[in-house]
Nanobody, 122 residues
Framework: QVQLVESGGGLVQAGDSLRLSCTVS????????VGWFRQTPGKEREFLAA????????IYADSVKGRFTISRDNAKTTMYLQMNSLKAEDTAVYYC???????????????WGPGTQVTVSS
């Protein structure tokens, strides 16, 4: 069982930066992967980025490559998503999720956090 809790969301203006945190607890494994997703009403959940917990492997969606950066602090069991140059269309509920398996696949996540709202005003 793995528990995840997101934090750091809020209301910002277009062009601002925001860092989301995902605190991970419970049983993690050497092949654990934590990913970030977002969702807006009426749309499917969108994969953003993922990182291997025990190594330096990362992957990004083309839509956020160059603006968003995923990183981790193993000592704090926290995964971060640094978001720069935010746009109004980045407004969404942001989720982190955990899986064991293949980094490059955006599917297969079993455990999810409750989400944190990010609102970007234009």
């Amino acid at each position: 069982q793995v528990q995840l809790v997101e934090s750091g969301g809020g209301l910002v203006q277009a062009g601002d930066s925001l860092r989301l945190s995902c605190t991970v607890s419970g049983r993690t494994f050497s092949n654990s992967i934590v990913g970030w997703f977002r969702q807006t009403p009426g749309k499917e959940r969108e994969f953003l980025a993922a990182s291997e917990w025990a190594s330096s492997g990362t992957i990004y969606a083309d839509s956020v490559k160059g603006r968003f950066t995923i990183s981790r602090d193993n000592a704090k069991t926290t995964m971060y998503l640094q978001m720069n140059s935010l746009k109004a269309e980045d407004t969404a509920v942001y989720y982190c999720a955990h899986k064991q398996g293949v980094l490059r696949l955006a599917s297969g996540y079993s455990y999810w956090g409750p989400g944190t709202q990010v609102t970007v005003s234009s």
